[in-house]
């Protein structure tokens, strides 16, 4: 039986993080967990921290300026999939509607099946959506409103803001004197997990 082909990913990041998501896609894939390969890595600037990651791999790196150029970039790689692992730029419409259903994107928050739908909890009680917030503030708005669980999901980008099909939803619960950095480190460790389960489903 002839092996399957590998699917191929880009992975985008930016200056935002330390490359958690990226490793843990490198990872994957050097385990054989995900049947795919990295074509390039983009980042929206030279100096971010998970280039040094790439290198590492020797990862073909682009470097992406602005937002026009993003799509010339995909094109000429004709990736399977597109996983936004901390990517900061805007992603134009037109680039949404040329790859549908092939850009993962990570929100820090419970995205709902329905635009007017809820999450709840593990516990029961109301999630929080944290549309339009980043990692940060996002981490902070689940324990400005007390949640009793942070979370984040992995969906497929549509041309609705921060939502379209979820592929996965991680929880993890808040615990007392829990502050932005604790809660965002533990919670981290489920997402690049929960990454990594995404691409193996998606690339079998």
Not at 49 to 62: D, M, S, V
Request: overall charge neutral; proline content about 3%.
């Amino acid at each position: 039986m002839s092996q399957k082909t590998k699917s191929k990913l880009v992975v985008l990041i930016s200056d935002a993080g330390t490359g958690t998501n990226l490793q843990a896609i490198i990872d994957g894939i050097e385990t054989k967990k995900i049947n795919a390969e990295i074509s390039a890595v983009i980042s929206d600037v030279a100096n971010s921290l998970g280039l040094e990651r790439a290198r590492k791999h020797n990862l073909k790196i682009e470097i992406c300026g602005t937002k026009e150029s993003l799509l010339p970039i995909l094109q000429n790689l004709s990736p399977d999939y597109i996983c936004l692992a901390g990517w900061k730029q805007i992603i134009l419409d037109e680039v949404i509607l040329i790859y549908p259903n092939k850009i993962l994107n990570l929100h820090p928050g419970l995205i709902p099946d329905t635009d007017n739908g809820s999450i709840k909890n593990p516990d029961g009680t109301d999630a929080l959506w944290n549309k339009g917030m980043l990692a940060n503030k996002a981490v902070g708005n689940f324990l400005d409103h007390q949640n009793t669980y942070a979370g984040s999901s992995i969906h497929f980008l549509t041309l609705n803001f921060d939502f379209g099909p979820v592929l996965a939803r991680t929880f993890e619960k808040v615990i007392e004197h829990d502050n932005v950095e604790s809660l965002y480190s533990r919670l981290k460790k489920k997402e690049n997990k929960m990454f990594v389960e995404v691409l193996e489903k998606l690339c079998q």
